[in-house]
Nanobody, 127 residues
Framework: QVQLVESGGGSGQAGGSLSLSCAAPGYTSSFYFWAWFGQAPGKERAGVAAIDSDGRTAYADSVKGRFTFSKDNAKNTLYLQMNSLKPEDTAMYYC?????????????????????WGQGTQVTVSS
């Protein structure tokens, strides 16, 4: 089973920045669709940002203008730069990947569109 590996996260202050990274060692280039999902305690997992193999990105309204999802093809690693953090950004963040996806524009931020997941990394933002 392919395992996605996340790193980064941790604790930050409101207005600060954190960065997450994700990779699938040996398999990163096999995936064409990637996304980050956040899950706060007691809430459902929700799409935060998505990127496809052409570098097209999409963001949840709550993070637009603050988060940036990017790929480094040379390093086979994806990054989520989180700026202007807010306490409501506090959540467990999961990296997800998929090989194929129909109607990416519609499905890109839906958890059930992805079959490959990381273990999650905690982000906690204090006010």
């Amino acid at each position: 089973q392919v395992q996605l590996v996340e790193s980064g996260g941790g604790s930050g202050q409101a207005g600060g920045s954190l960065s997450l990274s994700c990779a699938a060692p040996g398999y990163t280039s096999s995936f064409y669709f990637w996304a980050w999902f956040g899950q706060a305690p007691g809430k459902e997992r929700a799409g935060v940002a998505a990127i496809d193999s052409d570098g097209r990105t999409a963001y949840a309204d709550s993070v637009k203008g603050r988060f940036t999802f990017s790929k480094d093809n040379a390093k086979n690693t994806l990054y989520l730069q989180m700026n202007s953090l807010k306490p409501e950004d506090t959540a467990m963040y999961y990296c997800a990947a998929e090989v194929t996806m129909r109607l990416w524009v519609l499905n890109r931020l839906l958890p059930n569109a992805y079959n490959y997941w990381g273990q999650g990394t905690q982000v906690t933002v204090s006010s």
